[in-house]
């Protein structure tokens, strides 16, 4: 099974701040890398796919990269509406999400 | 719009059953790979099932190893509906379960979801 670590469990930064999430995959995935962003309460929300495609209607601040086995999301300004915990998933062999990294603003 | 409305879930005691449903509307369910993901309450989700399509890949069904033997996964395509059987329920099944359409069978990511439905084991 293909394991998924994301880095850092949580993240403070202020308002306008440029943060970066990070996620390891154990083995190569390939392009096939997911970010979502879940807020408390509510189902999540996918932002990007294939490792770099924005989900149309994301705010273009969101951003991401990588491929392998090191996968990276940016935020490049983050906003008051960012504060959530975001997840990795990988699709390349069924499906495992990343352990979550929550932003605190 | 693409909707997703689980249902089903609920208090369900140790070793107990409970057959969660998923509705969907706004697409063509029988072309759509489905699937059930979880969350225990306070920690992240964790992927449970997959079922394919009946239309050229017989509705296959793969599960994650914490829950293969007891879960089981099934579609109904003429009731645009996906189900989710749990049997011998145990404390850590404990979680909100949503159903989720994967985007494509060539890019599995998972574009919509449900508000998911809250199923709680004990005794």
């Known amino acids: 099974d293909i394991q998924m670590t994301q880095s850092p469990s949580t993240l403070s930064a202020s308002v306008g701040d440029r943060v970066t999430l990070t996620c390891r995959a154990s083995q190569s995935i390939g392009k096939w890398l997911a970010w979502y962003q879940q807020k408390p309460g509510k189902a999540p929300k996918v932002l990007i796919y294939?490792?770099?495609i924005l989900k149309s209607g994301v705010p273009s601040r969101f951003s991401g990269s990588g491929s392998g086995t090191e996968f990276t999301l940016t935020i490049s300004s983050l906003q008051p509406d960012d504060s959530a915990t975001y997840y990795c998933q990988q699709y390349n062999d069924l499906h495992t999400f990343g352990q979550g990294t929550k932003v605190e603003i | 719009e693409v909707e997703l409305v689980e249902s089903g879930g609920g208090l369900a005691k140790p070793g107990g059953s409970l057959r969660l449903s998923c509705e969907a509307s706004?697409?063509?369910?029988?072309?759509?790979?489905m699937s059930w993901v979880r969350q225990a309450p306070g920690k992240g989700l964790e992927w449970v099932a997959r079922i394919k399509r009946g239309i050229d890949e017989a509705r296959s069904t793969d599960y994650a190893a914490a829950v293969k033997g007891r879960f089981f996964i099934s579609r109904d395509d003429s009731k645009n509906t996906l189900y989710l059987q749990i049997n011998n329920l145990q404390a850590e099944d404990t979680a909100v379960y949503y159903c989720a359409r994967i985007y494509d069978i060539w890019s599995a990511y998972y574009a919509y979801w449900g508000q998911g439905t809250l199923v709680t084991v004990s005794s």
């Open positions: 706004g697409f063509t369910f029988r072309e759509a790979w």
């Open positions: 294939e490792a770099s």
